[in-house]
């Protein structure tokens, strides 16, 4: 292992020259100079961002890992607007791994159970980026019905589609305003409004918001009143805010019985290996406790699988 991070750093050092020219021309440029994934990730960046996330470089060989595999977790970085380029997550999700073994062979002594606790140190990196992505689309999408409000008054003052979204730009906070900012620099560049409209749906992953961006598209194709348009987009947005918030109310007690579940076996486990060692000594040495263990960690997560699974209920 030691060896691999030194050859990467290596290389690193050699093409360092290189990568900040490129670096420096995809800030201005993304989609010229740069493959999918890293067009999307300059696009995504903010200076204060590239600031506030400069970590050491983490650059993996393009043999190690494929490059479609890296542009799908560049896009999924970007919708959950977290500044990190694909090669630095592989790497983190890497070592997050080999600490969770590590700590397990610490901990528990026990290699069988040590590879249970890598798998889970895989998995944090992952969720950590899906509850990043969770709480942006819905920090977005509680920005969006001002938005729409916004952008009506705007065009019904007898402002341009652009000026709205300026607008927007200008007097919203950030995530909206971000991405409506990075819409803007796309069409300032020559990329055509429904290119950017397209690309905005793509970066964000919100229904919401993909609603709105249909009913512009259509509105663009047979015409109409648009301020009409946005105005009831608006009051259907409203509408599934309300209804959402009343199925989560519904479905209170089926998220509280999920967490239960997931916490319940953890508690009686310390608690039982608090009280008698010797009991728990024999679950962690003898393979058929070793087993016993492996299996009711597989059963707990098919469980809380298919009570989120229940009370997850779009609309």
Do not use: C
Request: hydrophobic share 50%; glycine share 8%.
């Amino acid at each position: 292992m030691f060896t691999t991070l030194s050859a990467w750093q290596i290389t690193d050092l050699l093409t360092a020259n290189r990568r900040r020219i490129r670096e420096r021309l995809s800030d201005t440029f993304p989609t010229q100079v740069a493959g999918p994934g890293e067009a999307m990730a300059a696009l995504t960046r903010t200076g204060s961002e590239k600031r506030r996330f400069r970590l050491p470089s983490l650059r993996l060989p393009g043999s190690v890992l494929s490059r479609r595999y890296l542009d799908r977790l560049q896009a999924y970085l970007l919708k959950a607007g977290i500044p990190l380029k694909a090669e630095e997550m592989a790497v983190l999700t890497l070592v997050s791994g080999l600490l969770g073994f590590g700590l397990g062979i610490l901990l528990i002594h026990n290699k069988v159970l040590s590879l249970l606790t890598a798998i889970v140190g895989l998995l944090v990196p992952g969720l950590w980026v899906a509850q990043a992505k969770r709480k942006r689309i819905a920090r977005l999408e509680a920005q969006l019905l001002d938005a729409l409000v916004m952008m009506t008054n705007s065009l019904r003052a007898g402002h341009s589609f652009l000026q709205g979204i300026e607008l927007v730009s200008r007097e919203m906070d950030p995530p909206l305003a971000t991405e409506f900012t990075k819409l803007l620099r796309e069409n300032r560049m020559g990329m055509g409004i429904d290119e950017s409209l397209m690309n905005l749906v793509s970066r964000v992953d919100s229904p919401d918001l993909e609603l709105v961006v249909t009913g512009v598209m259509i509105q663009r194709q047979v015409g109409g009143n648009l301020a009409q348009v946005l105005e009831n987009t608006a009051s259907t947005i409203e509408k599934r805010i309300k209804t959402r918030a009343r199925i989560r109310v519904a479905t209170a007690q089926g998220r509280v019985s999920a967490w239960i579940v997931s916490l319940l076996p953890f508690g009686l486990g310390f608690m039982v290996f608090g009280m008698y060692p010797e009991f728990g000594r024999i679950m962690l040495e003898e393979p058929i406790g070793v087993a016993m263990l492996a299996i009711g960690a597989i059963l707990l997560a098919i469980g809380v699988l298919v009570i989120r699974k229940v009370v997850n209920i779009d609309v």
